[in-house]
Nanobody
């Protein structure tokens, strides 16, 4: 399973960005897809997750500003980020939890390569 993220960039405080992550590779199922982020010197932290039924979970720091959604048919997950703050600056990683593909028929966790989000004036 491969995860390819897009949509990062530089934005001013208060601005918006939309991240996308497309999964591919003979996928049979991905129960949970989500976004994590990491800044230098810190551990990777959960941003938001979404399961196939649409149930979502958010970090307290982004709740009310970020919205996660997914296209189950195309194994794609999105993160709409509004009212961005400088502390949102990080590398954002897409995550596929317990993804099953035709090759292995076994659930594994997969990560994307990361996309940089910088919030600065």
């Amino acid at each position: 399973v491969q995860l390819v993220e897009s949509g990062g960039g530089l934005v001013q405080p208060g601005g918006s960005l939309r991240l996308s992550c497309a999964a591919s590779g003979g996928i049979l199922s991905i129960p949970v897809m989500g976004w994590y982020r990491r800044t230098p010197g810190k551990q990777r932290e959960l941003v938001a997750t979404c399961d196939t039924g649409g149930a979502t979970d958010y970090a307290d720091s982004v709740r009310g500003r970020f919205t996660i959604s997914r296209d189950n048919a195309n194994y794609t997950v999105f993160l709409e980020m509004n009212n961005l703050k400088p502390e949102d600056t990080a590398t954002y990683y897409c995550h596929a939890e317990r993804a099953v593909d035709k090759a292995t028929l076994f659930p594994y966790n997969y990560w994307g390569q990361g996309t940089q989000v910088t919030v600065s004036s």
